[in-house]
């Protein structure tokens, strides 16, 4: 029985002083981590639709998908959405012109599967010309569903969000503006 509590006294130990190493690591690394995130949001805007400044947008629209709107000057809007791809949720941006058109997408964050529905957001020339359909256009479906947009081999389901999330981002422009 001793050497069961001396066990768990040595394992609480170690846990103990690890969480705090941890916690301490967090503390020093929290504030630069928040702004790479805010960097990584403030270039993404700026690709998908470039504004001197960008104003929140209140949203009451009732798509959950949808993260926020802000309004980029007089050119539009950017929605950010989060949808549902076919390894997790798909965090992404999208530029809306005021005549309701596309001017560029962005994914911030994926789980989609390496090598496939990860081109969506890969900064490589083949996800570039795969997010360039996207521009101009008025809305998006993939063309197994009627639309224009050709999905990415393999990644039907991973295409077809991007899509659920351009459709969002419009829709929910059409609410604010």
């Avoid at 130990?13 to 504030?31: E, F, Q, R």
Wanted: some cysteine.
């Amino acid at each position: 029985m001793n050497k069961i509590v001396k066990l768990a006294v040595i394992l609480f130990a170690v846990s103990a002083i690890v969480a705090l190493c941890l916690g301490l690591v967090n503390s020093v690394t929290a504030d630069r981590i928040a702004a790479i995130a805010a960097e990584k949001l403030a270039t993404a805007m700026s690709e998908v639709l470039p504004a001197d400044e960008y104003t929140d947008v209140e949203y009451t629209g009732g798509d959950q998908n949808v993260d926020f709107i802000k309004k980029a000057g007089d050119k539009g809007w950017v929605v950010q959405c989060t949808v549902s791809g076919s390894q997790g949720s798909i965090t992404m941006l999208t530029g809306v012109a005021a005549d309701g058109t596309v001017t560029g997408i962005s994914v911030l964050d994926h789980g989609e599967t390496p090598g496939l529905g990860a081109i969506a957001g890969a900064a490589s020339a083949v996800g570039e010309n795969w997010r360039a359909q996207f521009q101009g256009i008025p809305s998006a479906a993939v063309t197994k569903d009627g639309g224009q947009i050709e999905a990415i081999s393999g990644a039907t389901i991973t295409s077809r969000a991007i899509c659920n999330g351009v459709t969002a981002a419009q829709n929910a422009v059409k609410t604010v503006g």
